[in-house]
């Protein structure tokens, strides 16, 4: 049974870091969550490290551009780890061959040219060439085309394609749906969901599957050290966290929040419980809005 907090703080000095999660819990696409920021930064200041976990299909240097272009303050976080940097790797080491056909986004390029140090030695060996599907030896996806007009079924006839070939899909960002301000947008995860269900294969890196998991940890640094996962995706930070053995802070108020009553400041205790019940899945903790 999840126990409802009322800030970060009640229960901060419990871990020595966490794994945040950034859409629907530090901001919504568009600006930072003035509270969220606050709770981090007094997390930080008692000695506490943040890892900013983001399903985000792009590598960690083009996330931070977002972040800063969005104003959040650098004293925020210690590092971040994306689902893009873990899909990266899987990419170059061959995990849906050299010639890949990407569905994405323009704004999703980064993933196809900026890569972090650590991985930036395997480029020219794996040799990856971009290819139209009926080329394809796999499927790179990043998201949507156009994540602003365009549905999952708007994939249908290619996915059907891609299947008949016998490619493999990978995900580069395993959420379903984001809200970017007042709007839903849909993202990979979507897709590599309606493959599997058309009986194609769809690989995972971002949460809630290990990989971007071990690269968080890599990056955090602390050998033996209390982490608090922390987000509003039930499937995603909350099951991963599981997953992991990591104790859980599920932000009700985020892309579940009508769920659990008007005030998403104070979700409904009885209407949560229900709900996390439904989903056979119990946050170690929960709370409204990261504050």
């Known amino acids: 049974m999840t ?22 819990c530090l901001h919504n696409g568009v600006a930072p969550f003035p509270a969220a920021v606050a709770a981090l930064q007094s997390f930080r200041a008692t000695g506490g490290k943040v890892i900013l976990l983001t399903n985000a299909p792009r590598p960690k240097s083009s996330v931070v551009k977002q972040l800063q272009k969005m104003g959040l303050p650098r004293d925020t976080w210690d590092d971040v780890a994306t689902s893009g940097d873990a899909a990266q790797f899987a990419m170059l080491m061959g995990a849906v061959g050299q010639q890949v056909h990407h569905i994405g986004a323009p704004k999703d390029e980064p993933f196809f040219t900026d890569f972090e140090d650590d991985i930036a030695h395997l480029v020219q060996d794996a040799n990856i060439t971009r290819v139209p599907l009926d080329q394809a030896q796999g499927i790179v996806c990043t998201g949507l085309a156009d994540d602003l ?45 309606d493959y599997e269900q058309m009986g194609g294969e769809s690989l995972y890196y971002g949460k809630p599957h290990p990989p971007v998991y071990d690269l968080a940890r890599r990056r955090l640094g602390l050998d033996e050290a209390r982490i608090l996962c922390v987000g509003d995706g039930i499937a995603t930070d909350v ?23 008007p005030d998403s400041n ?17 946050p170690t903790w929960s709370i409204g809005h990261l504050r």
């Open 239 to 261: 099951q991963g966290g599981v997953a992991e053995g990591l104790d859980t802070l599920f932000i009700t108020g985020g892309i579940a929040a009508n769920h659990f009553g």
């Open 149 to 193: 007009t365009e549905t999952p079924a708007d994939y249908r006839a290619k996915l059907l394609m891609a299947k008949a070939k016998g490619l493999k899909f990978l995900c580069a960002n395993p959420d379903i749906v984001v809200d970017m301000g007042d709007k839903r947008l849909w993202c990979a995860g979507a897709l590599a969901q």
């Open 3 to 24: 126990r409802i907090i009322s800030s970060l703080s009640d229960i901060a000095s419990q871990y020595d870091a966490l794994f945040c999660d950034l859409w629907g």
């Open 266 to 282: 104070n979700p409904n205790k009885d209407l949560l419980e229900e709900w996390l019940s439904s989903h056979q899945l119990s």
